[in-house]
């Protein structure tokens, strides 16, 4: 297909409408469609979607979609846009989902309060470390992550992890919608809103921001936590006395099995950003302090995660009769709601607001699945990313409705499978980052990300993939299915998971070998560094 400049597609704009069309005035610096690498078809129908684009834009939604942001379009430096860093994990992981994945300890794999609060400390200051890791690439190569990932995968191998994040970024959402939908369904006993329509108002609030695009999502993000976290407070103190920390259960392999099964799924939540950080992090200066952008994440991470898990541990042990017949009948929703129950009237409007914190966590997976499939290939890379969040918000509203009596053994099984090719994801892109560009930035071209022959073959990536799945498979223990090495922990019958941690290992102890190889076979061209990229354009320039 043909392309066209952004004055072009104005110019057809106004000759359709009759109205002249202005550029809005957003904070993130707009240098033109092709400047950007953004190619528009002229002809078909996706020249048609780009022309509602073009509308859109003038009222400040995003256009840009994986094209790399390079220096000169970010934002200038600012403390604010720096510690978005921060705000932007503390408001994603400050909603009911974080709550509900807490009380799976106590309700699902029956360990104590002690056990469970212990398990999500470790497990979650260990699974987020490289979230925090790569939330730095972003401004050092002005990429998203999935699009980062080619760099170690390929441009074609890169599909792999490119369709599980698809799924990963709908079945979240998915998710996240059924457990709003039940906060909201049980503010009110006597007239309750229908589930399928709850899930539909946090699906539209959360498309609204989704669209707008990067700068809008970070301003949502920045405020939206902090009337959360006072109602969790609240809800704290209007349960505490009815808790039951007991004391630490006894030892031995089933319960051993329990915490290892129950640390996949905590696992499984907190690495589950590492497929999205560095597309909140584009923006910044290309020479912002990587420790500051770690730390910030790191510690907007695991504030939320840690003591909102822990809460919801604590008040799944509850031993109010009446409050556990309403988490028994009302799932996550009733149980919040039975807390907040002696605020009354109060406390049922803190509980609308309580379930409509869903929408901080499902705008950044919204945002990143249009971001991700956009990774798919140049005939991807066209479909404008409005339309790939209003698809991909069609899809989980119909998945959430059709769902909604599945929520716990959805989120345990997506938690878990998410724990298993994350690990092996982010074993991958470190070890190609360290052991094969010698941990610098300059031997990356971020300009080569939609270029296949100057990017890796992938076959190492991909048989180090195979190996991982081979271990997750061995050391998997599902509702589903339990491996043969993850049988010998505990019970046979339920065994304990250890995927994520032979995933991992069986692909970090793969990959430098196959890439090793890989390197002895494939052309110099495919690695070139940013100054070899620069020296081919401008030759190319003088002939």
């Not at 359709?16 to 707009?30: L, N």
């Not at 990067?214 to 939206?224: D, N």
Request: glycine letters at 10%; hydrophobic letters at 50%; a neutral charge.
């Amino acid at each position: 297909m043909s392309a066209m400049t952004k004055e072009d597609m104005m110019s057809v704009s106004e000759k359709g409408s009759g109205k002249g069309t202005s550029q809005a005035s957003i904070d993130v610096q707009e240098a033109g469609f092709e400047a950007q690498g953004i190619h528009v078809p002229t002809t078909g129908f996706l020249a048609k979607l780009w022309r509602a684009v073009l509308f859109v834009d003038k009222f400040g939604v995003e256009v840009r979609g994986i094209e790399r942001v390079r220096p000169e379009d970010r934002s200038p430096r600012s403390t604010a846009d720096l510690l978005d860093s921060a705000t932007m994990w503390l408001a994603a992981n400050s909603t009911i989902s974080t709550f509900s994945l807490g009380t799976l300890g106590p309700s699902t794999f029956g360990l104590g309060l002690k056990e469970s609060c212990l398990a999500i400390l470790f497990f979650n200051l260990l699974a987020t470390l490289p979230v925090a890791y790569f939330a730095v690439w972003g401004p050092r190569l002005g990429l998203r992550q999935m699009t980062i990932s080619r760099f170690s995968f390929g441009y074609y191998c890169a599909w792999f992890p490119v369709v599980l994040n698809v799924i990963a970024c709908i079945g979240w959402s998915t998710i996240n919608s059924i457990v709003g939908g039940q906060a909201l369904r049980a503010v009110s006993s006597t007239h309750q809103i229908p589930e399928a329509a709850a899930i539909v108002v946090i699906a539209l609030l959360t498309a609204t921001f989704a669209l707008f695009g990067y700068r809008y999502v970070h301003l949502y993000e920045r405020y939206s936590f902090l009337p959360v976290v006072v109602i969790f407070i609240i809800s704290l103190g209007l349960s505490a006395k009815y808790m039951d920390s007991g004391a630490f259960a006894a030892s031995g392999p089933v319960e051993a099995a329990n915490i290892l099964s129950f640390g996949a799924a905590l696992v499984g939540f907190g690495i589950g950003w590492s497929s999205l950080a560095a597309d909140y992090t584009v923006n910044l200066p290309e020479d912002v302090s990587g420790k500051a952008v770690f730390w910030l994440t790191y510690a907007g991470l695991n504030l939320p995660c840690i003591l909102i898990e822990c809460l919801g541990a604590a008040e799944a042990t509850i031993t109010r009769p009446d409050w556990q017949a309403r988490y028994a009948s009302g799932g996550i929703g009733g149980l919040l709601a039975a807390t907040l129950s002696p605020a009354k009237g109060f406390g049922q409007f803190l509980q609308v607001l309580l379930a409509l914190s869903i929408v901080g966590n499902n705008i950044p997976n919204m945002y990143s699945f249009a971001l991700t499939f956009q990774v798919l290939g140049r005939r991807a890379q066209l479909v404008p990313r409005v339309f790939l969040v209003l698809l991909g918000t069609v899809v989980y509203i119909v998945l959430a409705i059709v769902g909604a009596t599945h929520f716990e053994a959805w989120l345990d099984t997506l938690l878990v499978l998410l724990s298993y090719w994350l690990a092996i994801f982010s074993a991958i892109l470190v070890e190609e980052h360290f052991l094969f560009r010698g941990g610098r930035w300059e031997n990356y071209n971020p300009d080569d990300y939609n270029k296949p022959q100057h990017l890796p073959l992938g076959a190492a990536a991909a048989f180090a993939t195979g190996c991982g799945i081979m271990g997750a498979v061995l050391g998997m223990a599902t509702q589903w299915y339990v491996g043969v090495l993850g049988a010998k922990i505990g019970d046979p019958a339920f065994g304990g998971d250890i995927g994520f941690e032979l995933s991992c290992a069986f692909s970090a102890i793969v990959y430098p070998i196959a890439r090793y190889i890989e390197r002895r076979f494939e052309s110099p061209a495919r690695m070139r560094t940013a100054a070899e990229g620069a020296a081919e354009y401008a030759a190319a320039e003088k002939h």
